[in-house]
């Protein structure tokens, strides 16, 4: 096989802002911060929502202000004036 045609394998820190877990892994993912953990060095990749704050996940019931939703498309995409008709 070509050295050339594969991507490279980089040690990945992926951190849940909402629990402030870390999972180490590998992947081809980089970022521009980069961490030492265990005396390797880590690209931290940082994400809102993982397994561990998702609630499918956890079992918590979350809700989502629906409120207004309809009031918002209407408003934004109502007609400016009145139509010509022929």
């Given at each position: 096989?070509?050295?050339?045609?594969?991507?490279?394998?980089?040690?990945?820190?992926?951190?849940?802002?909402?629990?402030?877990?870390?999972?180490l892994t590998k992947s081809t993912m980089?970022?521009?911060?980069?961490?030492?953990?265990?005396?390797?060095?880590?690209?931290?990749?940082?994400?809102?929502?993982?397994?561990?704050?998702?609630?499918?996940?956890?079992?918590?019931?979350?809700?989502?202000?629906?409120?207004?939703?309809?009031?918002?498309?209407?408003?934004?995409?109502?007609?400016?004036?009145?139509?010509?008709?022929?």
């Open positions: 096989m070509k050295a050339e045609g594969h991507p490279t394998l980089n040690n990945v820190c992926f951190l849940d802002v909402a629990t402030g877990k870390r999972f980089k970022s521009a911060r980069k961490e030492t953990i265990d005396g390797q060095e880590y690209f931290v990749v940082v994400r809102d929502v993982t397994m561990d704050s998702h609630p499918a996940y956890t079992g918590e019931k979350r809700l989502v202000d629906t409120a207004g939703r309809v009031e918002k498309f209407t408003s934004k995409f109502r007609r400016r004036g009145k139509v010509a008709t022929k």
